[in-house]
């Protein structure tokens, strides 16, 4: 089954720029839109992204969301210690009969 | 406010079956703008997809699980329920519901908002 690809780890200094990558496919990403989650520890995750660069509401200015081809990107500016935490990708994927996808995860630390 | 709380056993045994259930309070789980989900993420943190729900009565299966699934809903609680047969250690996770919130209506992709706490379940004899 497939899965959307991220680096592991990203890390930053508080004010930096961190950008986090998603790679995935033509059945995927490349058909259809990216949603990103954060998840801090032992809390519910919560949807960042969603329609490949929509924030909900209360969601920060500081987190954009792009995509391109078969890849999107998850971008982190004015990077606070609070934005620690992990970050997923997703989207749904039409292969098989439909299903969802996720990344693999990324780890971003602020140093 | 929409909160959704997961709740069942913390502990199954190999092989039997594992069931869930979520409470879905602030809105109607009968609500047709929505479809209501189970995710799950393994201890070594990798999130998946295990099924949805809607409100028509139609159920989407992880093609990975499909044929240990069965995901319903109880209308007069506002409840969803998970039951996973055969489980394995592989199956050890916190599991999640959460509401399904289509890109456009009818249409299965979308996005997830807001998740439940999540309830950790281990396989183990």
């Known amino acids: 089954q497939s899965v959307l690809t991220q680096p592991p780890s990203a890390s930053g200094t508080p004010g930096q720029r961190v950008t986090i990558s998603c790679f995935g496919s033509?059945?995927?990403?490349?058909?259809?839109?990216v949603n990103w989650y954060q998840h801090l520890p032992g809390a519910a995750p919560r949807l960042l992204i969603y329609?490949?660069?929509q924030r909900p509401s209360g969601v920060p200015d500081r987190f954009s969301g792009s995509k391109s081809g078969t890849s999107a990107s998850l971008a982190i500016s004015g990077l606070q210690s609070e934005d620690e935490a992990d970050y997923y990708c997703a989207a749904w994927d039409g292969s098989l009969n439909g299903f969802y996808v996720f990344g693999t995860g990324t780890k971003v630390t602020v140093l | 406010q929409l909160q959704l709380q997961e709740s069942g056993p913390g502990l199954v045994k190999p092989s039997e079956t594992l069931s869930l259930t979520c409470t879905v309070s602030g809105d109607s789980i009968s609500n047709s703008s929505f479809y209501w989900d189970w995710i799950r993420q393994s201890p070594g943190k990798r999130l998946e997809w295990i099924g949805s729900f809607d409100y028509s009565g139609s159920t989407y299966y992880n093609p990975s699980l499909k044929s240990r699934l069965a995901i319903s809903v109880d209308t007069s609680k506002n409840q969803l329920s998970l039951k996973l047969s055969s489980v394995t250690a592989a199956d050890t996770a916190v599991y999640y519901c959460?509401?399904?919130?289509?890109?456009?209506?009818?249409?299965?992709?979308?996005?997830?908002?807001?998740w439940g706490q999540g309830t950790l379940v281990t396989v183990s004899s």
């Open positions: 959460a509401r399904h919130v289509p890109e456009y209506a009818g249409t299965r992709d979308g996005w997830f908002d807001p």
């Open positions: 329609s490949n660069d």
């Open positions: 033509s059945s995927n990403i490349g058909s259809k839109t």
